[in-house]
T-cell receptor, first 111, second 113 residues
């Protein structure tokens, strides 16, 4: 079955890069997603990558996919205090667009 | 910018009671979803809804649950005879196409006592 795992917490200093890691188990995944949840708000899709890609860059965000190791990462360059949130990794498998979520990584950015 | 809204933000109910959680999806969206997140656990898919019928549902979505789009704007989740373990944050989402981005609402925190 599908399982998505990620570490629960990450603390970084403002201006540094943050790297949030995720592993998944289903080799038939088609899309891999990163969602952001700020306090009191819903989940916001930050970016996604199709499983036949290995990298996607969008401004300060870089997604790296290692399909062999089933490892996905999200790098946030020049992390700001406004980036403090919970980041969810998710995957969807062939035939479904319903994401399976990880537990979320709380990113804490301190001055 | 259009957004998904949910009411109430927090609902407290007694075990055995029925609750209805309400969502107003983005107006031109056609696909609607409910998810839940029990405290400390993962966000879990419950059900998707398209063209006035359920298109996909998870094992969690049993006979205790039902969804409805009673008019052109609301999308509701009804939970009959609530149990303590139904306490969770319930998220509604909507999308324009099946494979399009899902836009999530802020959630309703349901507490069953």
């Amino acid at each position: 079955g599908e399982d998505v795992e990620q570490s629960l917490f990450l603390s970084v200093r403002e201006g540094d890069s943050s790297v949030i890691n995720c592993t998944y188990t289903d080799s038939s995944s088609t899309y891999l997603y990163w969602y952001k949840q700020e306090p009191g708000a819903g989940l916001q899709l930050l970016t996604y990558i199709f499983s036949n890609m290995d990298m996607k860059q969008d401004q300060r965000l870089t997604v790296l996919l290692n399909k062999k190791d089933k490892h996905l990462s999200l790098r946030i360059a020049d992390t700001q205090t406004g980036d403090s949130a919970i980041y969810f990794c998710a995957e969807s498998i062939r035939g479904s667009y319903i994401p399976t979520f990880g537990r979320g990584t709380s990113l804490i950015v301190h001055p | 910018e259009p957004e998904v809204t949910q009411t109430p933000s927090h609902q407290v109910t007694q075990m055995g009671q029925e609750v209805i959680l309400r969502c107003v999806p983005i107006s031109n969206h056609l696909y609607f979803y409910w998810y839940r997140q029990i405290l400390g656990q993962k966000v879990e898919f419950l059900v998707s809804f398209y063209n006035n019928e359920i298109s996909e549902k998870s094992e969690i979505f049993d006979d205790q649950f039902s969804v409805e789009r009673p008019d052109g704007s609301n999308f509701t989740l009804k939970i009959r005879s609530t149990k303590l373990e139904d306490s969770a944050m319930y998220f509604c989402a909507s999308g324009g196409l099946a494979d399009a981005e899902q836009y999530f609402g802020p959630g309703t925190r349901l507490t069953v006592t």
